[in-house]
């Protein structure tokens, strides 16, 4: 075909889906469209008609309904506004948060889509920020410390609550007869692409970090899930697949049912899926070793490449192809940042802070901000922890909970508002370490995500804590635009992710520096925060997990 050739990339993220188009040649973002979950996070009661369903606590779910109407809505929405002809659209390619996992039937319907399991909670989709799983992480991490299972090190010597396997199991201990319904457990990334081609595919990036596989040795051995439970022993031969596809690869072309629900020409190419952190990498221009990529919203995911293999305390996985071909990728990550600010813009200021809001026609969150950028590091005697959704890296915790140290009758709103911030960046700068302390080093950070474009203060301050450069991608959209790359490389109009990465991104539109007063400031409040990571994260005081496990008991 001659004439420009399109691609689209869709990224499904926590609250909404947001679809891209793009031209291949030059990477020129020609329309956007976001579709918003109608359920949104599932994380009270069950949207089950005719009955009040209260989950428990840590549980965070989501209506797969949900996806499919966002291919629905956001797809058509890009093609009615940019004005290109769908058989102009070369590829199609999409990324999800992870991991995000459902039961499914052998044909790919959801469990909880069968009439007489919707009111059953273990038949819907676990998304990301689901912990309700940790003592099925224990129970992984203590039956692979007592096997000595090599593949433990991969992820830093701990398995998080939030991935794969922690969570089928809770489903199989829970809830054993949904378990035996389920036909397939899949992540929602790969479900995705199941619904748009027809077919199952399973992608090695999801399979690699959220579901202990490697490109050696493929999945844990029948013998450790038997371990676990003799009737989780055949859960990969039974409910998943050995057979995985690389990422750039093609999964499948689109089929007869999505094409007419998105507007697309049937056998169009889709890119084999991928998650939202991993596709921001060539996104922002990082396809070689020694570049942090900070993907920055709700949470954090943190990505690094490298050429050699090191083990990294806490990190969420290293994986050969996993980013970008050729190389190890390593991700690292933090459960809440975006979530902590929302939190307390939402739940902890002071009616004066919200009537001026109101008043200014701002935001909370920007009047906090304004307040908080005329305070110096340190001003406010203020120190947190940043644990308020467990602690991700580096010590793969969900049952941590945050800490804020050193209020006064006089502290104010502004004055915790940075200690948050602050709490965040000391975060990242403990994973910064332990990458660099294992032998892996980061060179150059670049943010994207919501926050670096929303927030200054909030990216001065990382470049003060953390003593270096951060560049801030020119993208806004960089997992749709790393997503739309990869359906470019899958429609064949570039060879390779590099390829498409040098041609399709531009170089960083925004650069925060380090001040070397704040710097200074900021090390002697990190060798504090330090102290207080290590005395509650590092079981010098259980107190935590025994508050914790205390509101457990007074909600049972």
Known sequence: MSGPRYAIGVDFGTESARALLVDCANGAEVATAVSVYANGVIDEHLPAPDEDIALGLDWALQDPADYVRALEEAIPAVLAASGVEPSAVAGLGVDFTSCTMLPALADGTPLCQVPDLRREPHAWVKLWKHH?????????????????????????????????FAKSLQILREAPSVYDRAERLIEAADWIVWQLTGGETRSTCTAGYKAMWSKETGFPSREYFAALDPRFADVVETRMRRELSPL????????????????????????????????????????????????????????????????????????????????????????????????????????????????RGLPVQSVLEKGAATLRPGESGLLALDWWNG??????????????????????????????????????????????????????????????????????????????????????????????????????????????????????????????????????????????????????????????????????
């Open 248 to 359: 750039g690869g093609m999964a499948g072309g689109l089929g007869d049912r999505a094409a007419a629900l998105t507007g697309l020409p049937p056998g169009l190419p889709v890119a084999v899926a991928n998650v939202d952190a991993h596709v921001s990498a060539p996104a922002v221009r990082v396809t070689d070793p020694g570049s942090l990529v900070m993907v920055m919203g709700t949470s954090i995911c943190h990505i690094l490449l490298g050429r050699e293999r090191a083990i990294v305390e806490g990190m969420c996985g290293m994986v050969e192809d996993g980013v970008v071909p050729g190389l190890l990728g390593f991700e690292a990550g933090q459960s809440a940042v975006g979530d902590i600010f929302a939190w307390f813009a939402e739940t902890a200021v002071p009616a004066v802070v919200s009537e001026e809001a109101a008043r």
């Open 132 to 164: 309700a799983a940790q003592p099925d992480a224990d129970r992984i991490n203590q039956v692979a410390r007592e096997r000595n299972e090599p593949w433990l090190a991969n992820y830093g010597g701990k398995i998080s609550s939030e991935w794969f």
């Open 391 to 556: 602690n991700r890296s580096v010590l793969v915790d969900a049952e941590l909970r945050g800490l804020l140290v050193g209020m006064t009758l006089s502290t104010t709103p502004f004055e915790i508002y940075r200690a948050l911030i602050e709490a965040t960046a000391f975060g990242t700068r403990t994973i910064v370490d332990a990458f660099e302390s294992a032998g892996v080093p980061v060179d150059s950070i670049v943010a994207c995500g919501g926050l670096p474009e929303r927030n200054a203060l909030l990216m001065q301050i990382y470049a003060d804590v953390l003593g270096r450069e951060i560049d801030i991608a020119a993208s806004g959209q960089a997992p749709a635009l790393g997503s739309a790359m990869f359906g470019a490389v899958a429609g064949g109009v570039h060879p390779t992710i590099g390829d498409a990465s040098r041609l399709m991104s531009r170089p960083a539109s925004t650069s925060y520096r380090p001040d070397r007063t704040a710097v200074a400031a900021y090390n002697e409040l990190y060798r504090e925060y330090t102290r207080l990571h290590d005395l509650f994260g590092r079981h010098g005081d259980d107190v935590m997990r025994n508050l914790n496990r205390l509101r457990g008991a007074g909600q049972a």
